[in-house]
C-alpha cells in the first residue's frame, strides 16, 4: 500500500495521478488518499502536484503504537525521527520518552512544524519520517507508513527563478501547474509531441522537454518566441536530460494548424484577459465584454486544434472564469466545447480562495 500525500489543490493532484497511475485512489485523510497497486517508481519524478509519498509497514491497534514504533526505529539506521500524527492521537512528550527509554541506540525526534520545513528535514537530514494514518478498517486501528519519495521544492523554485528569460505579463504559469497540465495531456508518456498555442515564455514547453517530450510552441509575440527560446535552451543543458526536440512559431493561436500541421497533444495556459484585481478593477459589463472576447478567442483557437489534433488527442487548457460582484461569468462553455468537436473528459477549478479570475483545469479529446 502507497499513501500519497497531495498539494493545496487536492482534486487536481488526485486527477494528475488518476492520468498516470492505472487503478483507484481511495481518499483517507483530507489531503491523503491510499493506492493498492504497485506504482513504477520513475513515474513518482513526473509528478507536479505530490507532496510526498509513504509506504505501509503494517497495521496495529492504537494500543500498540509504542512498541511498534520502538521496532521500527531499531531497524532503521537513522538518526533523525520524525512521527507525523493524522489520526490525532495528541502525541506528547511522554511518547517521546517511552519511546528513547526502548530503543537501544541514540536517536533524535525532530519537529515538522510546517510543510515546507517538513519537506527540507527530510530531504537534508536525512530523517526518518513515520506516519501514523487512519485505517480504512478500523477505528481502533493505525497505520504505520515510512515515508519513501519526497517532491524536490528546491528544483522548483529554480526552475521558475533562474530561467534566463521572465516576463511577469506572460510568465505567470507557476512551473508546477505547467507540468500537471502536461501530465493530464500526456498521460505520462514520453516521445509525443507536446504542444502549446499560447505559449509565451515557454513554461509548459520547458516542463514537457522534462518529461521527455518533444515540443512545439506558438505565440502572436515575437519577443516572446524569442526569450521562450532561450528558456528551452537552458533546460536542455540540464545534465542527463534526454535529447529532445522543439520547434517555435510567431503565430496566432487561431492560426495554429496552418503553424503546425500536427501534434499529439496540446497543454497551455491561453490569455486570459487582463489582470484582475483591487489595483485594477473594473466594472461588471467590461468584465462580461471581456468574456465575451475570451470566448471568440477561444472558440478559434479550438477549432485551429481540431486540424492539428489526431483523433483521441488531448488538449489540456486553463480556461478563465470570473468571480466578481457575487456572479461567476464564464467563457467558453462545454456545450460549445462538445459542440466544436471535442469530449469533454473533467474539469478542475484552480485558484486562490477569493480570487477574481479563476482558472478550469480542463481536459478535453477531439472526437
Not at 485505517?135 to 528546491?154: F, G, K, N, R
Request: hydrophobic letters at 40%; aromatic letters at 8%; one cysteine or more.
Amino acid at each position: 500500500m502507497f499513501y500519497f500525500f497531495l498539494g493545496n489543490t487536492p482534486a487536481l493532484s488526485q486527477l494528475e495521478l488518476q492520468t498516470l497511475f492505472a487503478g483507484d485512489f481511495s481518499p483517507l485523510h483530507q489531503a491523503i488518499v491510499a493506492y493498492a497497486q504497485d506504482i513504477d517508481i520513475s513515474l513518482l519524478s513526473k509528478l507536479a502536484g505530490t507532496l510526498k509519498v509513504a509506504t505501509h509497514i503494517t497495521t496495529i491497534p492504537k494500543k500498540e503504537l509504542i512498541n511498534q514504533l520502538v521496532t521500527v526505529i531499531e531497524h532503521s539506521a537513522n538518526k533523525n525521527i520524525a512521527l507525523t500524527d493524522y489520526v490525532g492521537l495528541d502525541l506528547g512528550k511522554s511518547v517521546f520518552h517511552a519511546i528513547k527509554s526502548q530503543v537501544k541506540r541514540s536517536i533524535r525526534f525532530v519537529a515538522m512544524d510546517t510543510a515546507p520545513h517538513e519537506l527540507i528535514m527530510l530531504s537534508r537530514q536525512h530523517v526518518l519520517e513515520l506516519n501514523i494514518l487512519p485505517s480504512i478498517e478500523s477505528q481502533d486501528e493505525v497505520c504505520l507508513a515510512q515515508t519513501t519519495w519526497i517532491y524536490d521544492a528546491q528544483d522548483w523554485v529554480s526552475r521558475d527563478r533562474q530561467k534566463p528569460y521572465r516576463d511577469i505579463k506572460k510568465g505567470m504559469l507557476p512551473p508546477k501547474l505547467a507540468r500537471i497540465i502536461a501530465n493530464l495531456a500526456t498521460c505520462g508518456k514520453s516521445g509525443l509531441t507536446l504542444a502549446d498555442p499560447f505559449c509565451g515564455t515557454g513554461t509548459v514547453l520547458m516542463e514537457g522537454l522534462m518529461m521527455g517530450c518533444n515540443v512545439i510552441g506558438s505565440d502572436t509575440s515575437a519577443e516572446a518566441i524569442k526569450g521562450a527560446k532561450s528558456n528551452l535552451e537552458w533546460i536542455l543543458s540540464t545534465p542527463n536530460l534526454q535529447p529532445m526536440t522543439y520547434d517555435l512559431k510567431v503565430a496566432d493561436a487561431t492560426h495554429f494548424h496552418e503553424a503546425f500541421a500536427s501534434c499529439d497533444c496540446i497543454a497551455t495556459e491561453p490569455y486570459m484577459g487582463p489582470l484582475l484585481d483591487d489595483r485594477n478593477p473594473m466594472g461588471l459589463e467590461k468584465i462580461k465584454n471581456i468574456a465575451r472576447g475570451l470566448d471568440k478567442l477561444y472558440r478559434g483557437a479550438f477549432k485551429s486544434f481540431l486540424l492539428s489534433l489526431p483523433v483521441g488527442g488531448r488538449v489540456v487548457m486553463t480556461i478563465p472564469s470570473f468571480q466578481v460582484y457575487g456572479q461567476v461569468i464564464d467563457t467558453i462553455s462545454v456545450d460549445t466545447l462538445t459542440s466544436l468537436g471535442y469530449n469533454y473528459i473533467s474539469s478542475v477549478p484552480y485558484g486562490k480562495p477569493g480570487a477574481a479570475v479563476v482558472r478550469n483545469i480542463t481536459i478535453l479529446e477531439k472526437k
